[in-house]
């Protein structure tokens, strides 16, 4: 009686699909953002990269452990830590043990930004292009992804009502205004804001107190 109802179990978890793996997940996967008034679509989501951002004062070795401990990474790959001088995050492309569908790599995503030292994590988009601004090639295979940061063009640089009740009902945060061009903010969103950086660029836009909003896009080797 007892292997029966162990039995029952085991076939009601995989119809029901109980296995927290292999349950699906809704795609979070935003592949287009405002610019010039009109949503330019960037690309497809690539099934295989993943960038995160983890704050500078995280060690590397933090952060190669962190890689080291999940499985849905590929341990074969080898990551680069890049730090920037102007920038709060170290940044890190991974490569994913396998292809995963967008359902998958949106829960992927959502795990990876439990741990403490994931401040945010974001989806990779295909691309065919992979040269620097002088165009020269940066290597053999790009991706786009995103920082998290935005550029929020406001009404009126004198007046910021609007720009500071838009940052707390979504937990993003101010950065900057631009010392040149002061009607540009730049903002941020992490793991803890209503959405990703490219999420909360459009959000931005699309609530119509702002002239533009614009995500910071990264091109970035990944082999």
């Known amino acids: 009686m007892v ?3 162990i039995g029952l179990i085991c076939i009601i978890s995989v119809i029901s699909g109980c296995d927290k793996d292999s349950q699906k997940s809704e795609c979070d996967f935003t592949d287009a953002y405002y610019y010039q008034g009109s949503l330019n679509v960037i690309g ?3 099934e295989e990269y993943i ?3 983890s704050d500078s004062s995280n060690t590397d070795e933090s952060i190669r452990a962190f890689v080291a ?3 849905k990474i590929d341990q074969d790959y080898f990551i680069k830590i890049k730090r920037f001088s102007n920038y709060q995050y170290k940044q890190v492309v991974l490569k ?4 995963f569908n967008c359902g998958r790599i949106t829960k992927i995503i959502e795990d990876i930004e439990q741990d403490e030292v994931v401040d945010y994590a974001h989806f990779g988009i ?3 292009y992979c040269n620097d601004d002088y165009g020269y090639p940066i290597g053999e295979k790009c991706i786009y992804s995103y920082s998290g940061l935005f550029n929020v063009k406001v009404k009126d640089p004198n007046n910021l009502s609007d720009l500071i009740n838009t940052i707390e009902e979504t937990n993003t945060m101010l950065i900057e205004q631009n010392k040149f061009m002061d ?5 941020e969103a992490t793991k803890n804001s209503e959405g990703d950086a490219m999420q909360m660029a459009n959000y931005f836009y699309e609530t119509g107190l702002f002239e533009a909003c614009e995500p910071d896009i990264l091109l970035l080797p990944v082999e």
Do not use: F, M, Q
């Not at 994913?96 to 292809?99: A, F, S």
């Not at 009607?183 to 903002?187: A, E, F, H, I, S």
């Open 126 to 128: 295909e691309t065919t």
């Open 3 to 5: 292997k029966y109802v």
């Open 96 to 99: 994913l043990k396998k292809r």
């Open 51 to 53: 960038l995160i951002g």
């Open 69 to 71: 401990s999940n499985k």
């Open 44 to 46: 497809e989501i690539s």
């Open 183 to 187: 009607d540009w903010v730049t903002l």
